[in-house]
């Protein structure tokens, strides 16, 4: 933590200051400049809480941290890529994985024929919400266990390893009986409780950014999780909320390059929920892989015209095969 | 829902919009203009997802909900301002309340000391968390069950009705037992599982909107909890995530005669988490009562430098009580 | 500007960043703590642009800046509240003034009408656009040269100072000479040759801050202002974008007592632009009272239902005394 | 326009509506759902403004525009793509353009070596600043004029035509008169007294999105110089403003398959700005052209630490020849 003195303050100001330092447990390093001093206090800052309140002493402009708040989620404490496995796909690794699947799991049929198209296609793992959050209480939250159900039936079928969302703390140890890998929804990415939970989980966890969360909170999330114990979390980047509707959500693509700087764990895009439209699917998914995304989730339903939820921004069988044309298209001239 | 036609769409495609209205379930009023036609949909339109799919039908430029989708709280059903007691405490009432207290509970010293301030200053309801939501976890989480005790402790010393925090569906049981008012916190509030528990509570919840979150999803969160049977909700704004970082989050103070135009429910501020340092919480405070709010929530701390969170934020003795003066005159000056 | 070093930077990487920043003209002062170094970079820091290259340097993690970019605008510089007389009225002085106006100047008429409003209501200056920057090709620009002469004209039957917007910097001189007050609107607030332009005029300029400018931006904007030699500059807060739609802009309120603290030039609040609807502007001319504000600018309109621009946000002239009843009284509770 | 009635509005209140729309010259169309009456107000409607303030009337709940305020932007009104030609090189046909160079013309030699870089690369397009708006009034502004010459010098010697920016209209014929294609910055994007003034330019228009603008406005602005006879319009997306810090801006790569879907005008992405830092520029890079760009403006240096303004952002040669490398492979790939 630095702490940036005012072009004015007194010498007994910065004595003070520097006394308060000491008082909590820290070692202050003065700097003078031509218009101010600076002090650095130096120890363990994690819990930046403590130190921010220097703001408040006499004499002071502002504090600024200079340490990572996350350890664990680290690209300093990890260097290599982690890889996370999920049934027979790996993410993280050489090949671009893409999950797909309906948004709601509504039936068995409606579920057993979007993962015949997911697997005809070439997608890898069979995505599908049993617990819905809904914006609204008015609509439809899912089929719950017997979605899951539904869902580990279709899986045992087709052979694709699953994800699906949990919502509860009280329904981690159910979901993880079913289903290969548990999502986190970008409602819940600071559900602390929730975090911890599947932090104590054996299954794999695909935690999604927040459509207001920083890429630095979407890691102090991803550091609830592993400094619980569990350490296969994939990140997913699904569109940020700004000013423009154009757009269901703003896909920040660019987190893409940011966080493979900053972190060692795999990232993935949503850009069904990014844009709420298939008719963006394709071109963004293709925008993914060239970013250099370790893998896509995208909503493919038979009939999207019936679906109960997010129809609108459901792929068409035939639309998923064409994105995954371009994808593979794509990820030859990228291996170069 | 309206139903907008691009400029050059064929009458077969008007036809086959108009037929897949009615196979939904809707009726289909179509309008002729000079440009294009539109067609109304009309039918119970409380869940949206599904006629949004039009947007995918060929001929079809964009789709436009017309209808609210909440219902309880709005002021459409409800016309009277709704006024929801805590203890003695009437907020949406005539009188402004303080909600105000140490951000996080320490110890039964740290708490009755400042409920010392509270009340002397003339606060009506202590405010003070067992249950921490915290960025990292790293931080401290908070006293849990030994804070509530210690919160119901103090409340009965100083005959204050208290407020805290609520962030697992499973402890809302327990959070009742000891607190007047359960309060949902800005990352929770579309946390739906705690929502839907805090509706079958008998407290009153105090909910507050996310930094993320739009007013109308404010209200269809407090939806929720009213159609799970709980009337009892207030609703509370503390800043919004913009660009702008001189704050911690923007106080978005327009919300308040917005909501007041839009539900029955009363409204209150939490100046200190919007601003995130204690030197704008005065003059923010001023301003909740000037434009119309139901009260504040704020945080004091006897000693704010020692705070184990939130400290810069928290207001020292005297500044509260200077609050609680300038709150006086101006609601007297505001009562003509 | 400190530089941070990674925790892994080797001593070599340290000595050549200490080179570089010598080489472009700073003094380094090296500090290391306990997980990494951090160097200091002494000297005149008013462009960061040539530091931030840092940031590409072999072991560099990240730069923060320490100075702040303004210096003629900052409180530090000149400690003593500004006042900027126009006419008769003092902006930034004990009394909270009332600019009020219609949006855009349509006749003689109107004006003169509005203007008789404004003055019976009690504002001190009288608004109106001649020249009126449009998002739409199609919107009426407003009457440019006869609009200024009906303004003039208005000002000498009214005795009412006057305040309208320039958009070109061709225009400044012809402006000044019919106005008693320049307005650089939000959309103009970084165009930096009209900032410029405006910098050498002898009337007081009242600058608005953009919709997308941080409250250091609008600093760097006034610094324009007061560097090319005009220091008579009142700031202008009046929504900015976020993504609520409840409200035309999110009126930014806590930028006041932010900017109080930061600078000492007087600080305005248009509430009308910010809502973008009549029924907020009373309550939240309030709000800006309270907040401590120096002064509003509101639109008032004879017949707001026949105003060719910005008529939702208008007042009638019943409203805007009303308004004027409201600020009053609590303008004497403030003062005590 | 769509005028909503509130769903207590009464008879009499509809009948004021109708009687009002018919009033400013529009028709009006009832029409009664199960809940409410809504009313179509049918003419021209590409001014807003007028009929917005419907939501003034008594019983009115809300207005909804229906029809795009733009024409010659759209593509309804121009079906087929355009292609904007600047020297040798067509923008929006089959070939992905790269516009490069240094972001200020420093001197003759230093713009020298950045076209000669350009050019072996493959960049078909010289980019170069010789009037810089920058945020300070305390940094370099640019080479003016005498900036202008070097560019048209260096653009004789190496055959590569040139864009640069303008920021006052009074310069506008200047600028022409040296450079292939005016460059209107993202600060200038609502300066509207500059966009009619390069609508009567004979020479192409780059016209960048503001970091606060919404797709719309950029149409809008697009109309402004379409409007005024410049047919020849390079749209450029180049980050946009929100509450995400790790990069400048956050690159809005949807905004490419939207503005495809709307206009018929080109568009680029300018990867340098939207990030701010060189490393994440050759991944947007490929994405831009993954997701369907029409080119690429990017920022390219002999010596970025040397670099007067932008050094962080712009590419040393050997990264440029990388990002021409993989824009290849990809753009071979795309073509399938």
Redesign the interface.
Known sequence: M?I?M???ATEKQIENVIA?IESVGYKA?P?S????T?I?A???Q??K??L??A???PGVEKT?P??K??KLASR?FHEEDSVVRVGAAEIGGPEFVVMAGPCAIESEEQLLESAYVVKKGGGQILRGGAFK?????????GMEEEGLKVLESVSGKTGLPTVTEV????DVDLVESYADMLQIGA??V????LL?KVGHARKPVLLKR???T????LL?SA??IL??GNPNVVLCERG????????RN?????????LK?LTHLPVVIDPSH??G????VI??S???????ADGIIVEVHPE??K??????QSLKPEKFYQLMDDVR??A???R?
């Open positions: 630095i940036v005012k072009s004015r308060w390093h700097s400049g031509v218009e101010r600076i650095g130096v120890g363990d994690r819990d809480a403590a921010k309140y703001e408040n002493l600024m200079i340490l708040p996350y300093e959050p809904r914006t609204s209480p008015y609509s439809f939250q919502v509860n703390p009280a409602r819940n600071q559900n602390f409780a911890k927040g459509m207001m920083t890429i630095e909170e102090m550091e609830y400094s619980s940020i909320r700004t000013f423009e509707t154009a757009t703003t896909l920040d693509i660019s987190a893409v390059p940011v700087n990014a844009a439209n298939w008719k963006y071109p963004l293709r925008a993914a892989l060239a970013v250099g999207p015209e679906a109960v939820s997010d129809g609108a298209a794509l030859k001239a990228m170069g």
